[in-house]
């Protein structure tokens, strides 16, 4: 799946003078990988080219990381003891935030385990076979057996696997494990894809800037949540922002630019013929004053809410929000609305995997086509809409203080993936997470996201299911099964995840 902020954008937003985009939170520390490959010193003088052939898969190894991933550290094959260590500071010097193992034949645990001991970061051990199968007729024939046990151990790659488990285990090293062929085979290549993704995913979480504007709503008690709780399991700074500064920034903002930014509008949605000109511009105003604070703080996502009763610039500046955050959730900057913090850590992420991630709670339930009608007011994740997202206007927000513009729009029909971060009764997070389709039908036109989706236990069970973990009535959804992909991030997070 291709990135949103490359061809699944709709074109009209490359025009967005976003200051953020996708992934960016974390573009000055870059995701760094480590590489290395193993083997036994003794070998090399016993066995003649089997080190040269080694080296070679390794290389191998390491361009197919390239291509998912510029920045590889590739140490070589580690054989002694005296190569481990200095490899061990390497890849602490080097900040690495994943290691790769690449078993290439039997080495001794003595010369593996210090190498990861220092880095102390997650690491893959890749037990990839050279090829399918031996050619045992050819093999058998050989006549040299010397050259015989070469070319075995140069195909030794399962053999000590066991041994570097159980002495990871007893060292309290983190390690998974992908087996499979160095050639030819697209499920192990994809799985160390997803590794590589994921890993991306955390190096994002860990360097984005969130910020949270105003307030809970009020009574909503699901939703609450301890700040150092999200930075102690996704890292990450959080902005507490004030909605005076949001409204001091619509005051600079110009007559051009706010027609400019109205322009923008009937590029990038289908603005109904009843939405006023007047409420075109003064979310036109919210939306170029929102850029400007996505700009101030650096902000990779957004979590906001507030009444703003009694003070009409604030007031004013609340309700005219949704089209501007529509335009920087698209951008690689999620917001969630209510103060929703935990989903827009959810959103953050779904995104980040190039999914979307828009914001979205139940709606209905279609018990004739068994599917279930989600979506919410606020913003969406119009980069991820089937056909253009409608602008229509509301005499008022449900629930909420004003009236003004809001967006209604379907995820675009086929796979999807929800995932809500889950707080349980011991206080820790876990990610909660299905896999549905999205479903064309029709929908409630009511000026808010929502779509159908069909799920493969069906509507009924789904969500007995979901809401048994205790998740906030709000979650993400973006398009794609990325499930296994999010068990990984999980991993290395070391959050639990849970695929209903």
Known sequence: MKPLSAEGKPRALDNIPAQQPAGAAGAGFPLKIGLFGIGLEAYWDQFEGLQERLEGYLSIVQNKLLVMHPQVLNLGLIDNAAKAFAASHQFR????????????????????LPVVQRAKVPVIILNLSPEAAFDYAAFNKMTDRAKMTGE???????????????????????????T??????????????????????????????????????????????????????????IELIE?????????????????ERVKLFYEVFDIQPDCPLDELQRAARTSVALDRLVAQYQLGSLAYYYKGTGNFDNEDT????????????????????????KNAQAMK?????????????????????????????????????????????????????????????SVKNGPVTMLSVVENVQ???????????????????????????????????????????????????????????LKKLGALLNIEVIQV
């Open 243 to 259: 909605v005076e500064e949001l409204a001091a920034l619509r005051h600079q903002v110009s007559g051009p630019e706010r027609q």
């Open 93 to 112: 010097r080097a900040d690495v935030d994943l290691i790769f193992l690449y078993v290439t034949t039997y080495a001794l645990s003595s010369t593996i």
């Open 349 to 409: 992420i779904m995104d980040s995997f190039g999914a979307g991630g828009s914001f979205t709670e139940y709606y209905a339930m279609d018990f004739k086509d068994d599917v279930v009608l989600m979506g919410h007011d606020g913003p969406g994740h119009i980069a991820i809409a089937e056909g253009k997202t409608k602008v229509r206007p509301l005499q008022v927000y449900h629930g909420k203080v004003g009236k003004g513009l809001s967006v209604e729009m």
């Open 152 to 178: 075995w151990l140069a195909s030794c790659t399962a053999c000590p696997v066991p041994e570097i488990a159980c002495v990871f285990n007893r060292a309290g090293i983190k390690f998974y494990q992908v």
């Open 180 to 237: 499979g062929m160095l050639h030819q085979d697209e499920e192990c290549w994809t799985e160390i894809r997803d590794w590589v993704e994921a890993a991306k995913v955390a190096n994002i979480m860990a360097h984005n800037r969130l910020g949270c504007m105003g307030h809970y709503y009020s009574g909503m008690l699901d939703i609450y949540t301890d700040l150092t709780r999200q930075y102690t399991h996704f890292g990450g700074h």
């Open 427 to 485: 206080g820790k997070l876990f990610l909660l997470v299905a896999e549905a389709e999205s479903v064309p039908g029709p929908i409630l036109e009511i000026g808010n996201t929502n779509s159908r989706y069909r799920f493969p236990m069906g509507a009924r069970k789904f969500v007995q299911t979901w809401n048994s973990y205790g998740p906030a009535h709000h979650w993400a959804v973006g398009t794609g099964h990325i499930a296994n992909k």
């Open 318 to 341: 609340i309700s005219s929000i949704i089209l501007g955050n529509s335009l920087i959730t698209a951008n690689g900057v999620p917001v969630a609305g209510e103060y929703e913090i």
